[in-house]
């Protein structure tokens, strides 16, 4: 009967420290805040060093950078973004045979990403002008700040982490491999002309305040009606493990 409630709390689980509500009020307070800074660096007008970042990056652009860029411009645009976080849950369904964990995955890439779209919404801020910058994709409206292909790509590192990653050898190394994915799309945005490097800067904390606020919600309220593999572990730091408290039970 031991062995059985010790095997039930050391099954994997996506994550296990973010269940806290505390965590609601960190992610809800870390998106105000950058939303903030980015109303703040609308109206203080134009910046004159973010402009001359990418009139520099315009001056030194290459075909191998601008083929990278313009792949991951369309791949991870709209149509691009659905079918990979598609074929995402697809091949986690059949590998995992775990609806829940499908889920889990899906709904931390997609608040993730649609927290830019709000972002956006707040902030409307308007795109690097495209001649001053020689833009290579045409972008004239009000929703440059945050980069929606930045926060989708740190959404999706955020959801392999959970979810994919289950020891922490592989966390560690999703973590850094997903680092890298990230700088790299940050930095393609800014090199076709379509985004200040603050707006860029800005997704990474706009996505991840997102998330963070999302996984206290997910966990405590919708988790638990899908099974209990989408659960964080009742052995959380500072929190007794039910199976120590069975042992000590049973040894009364």
């Known amino acids: ?20 509500w505390w965590w609601l009020l960190v ?9 903030a800074a980015g109303l703040a660096i ?10 001359g970042v990418d009139t520099a990056m315009a001056h030194d652009r290459n075909p191998a950078l601008t083929a990278l860029s313009l ?15 598609l074929l995402s849950c697809l ?4 590998a995992r045979r775990n609806l829940a964990s499908t ?38 409206g009000m929703d440059s700040f945050p980069s929606g292909h930045t926060a ?20 560690a190394v999703t973590t850094i491999v997903g680092t890298v994915l990230v700088a790299v799309v940050a930095f393609t945005r800014v090199y076709l002309g379509v985004h200040y490097p603050s707006d860029v800067i800005a997704s ?12 206290p919600v997910w966990d405590n309220l919708i988790a638990h009606r899908l099974g209990n593999h989408t659960r964080a572990p009742d052995s959380l730091p500072g929190r007794p493990n039910p199976a120590e408290r069975h042992t000590a039970k049973d040894r009364r």
């Open 152 to 171: 989708f790509a740190v959404a999706l590192v955020w959801a392999f982490v959970l979810v994919v990653a289950r020891t922490p050898r592989a966390k």
């Open 91 to 94: 091949i986690l369904t059949v």
């Open 1 to 20: 009967m031991i062995v059985s409630h010790q095997h039930r709390s050391a099954a994997p689980y996506p994550w296990g420290y973010f269940r806290s």
């Open 103 to 140: 889920l889990t995955f899906a709904s931390v890439v997609s608040i993730g990403w649609l927290s830019s779209e709000l972002g956006k919404r707040i902030v409307e801020r308007i795109r690097p002008p495209a001649d001053t910058v020689q833009a290579l994709i045409p972008e004239h």
């Open 42 to 51: 609308k109206g203080s007008g134009p910046k004159i060093a973010e402009l």
């Open 27 to 35: 992610g809800a307070l870390g998106f105000a805040i950058t939303a």
């Open 71 to 85: 792949a991951i411009h369309y791949g991870l645009g709209p149509a691009g973004a659905v079918i990979i976080v």
């Open 204 to 215: 990474v904390f706009i996505a991840s305040a997102a998330i963070l606020a999302w996984l």
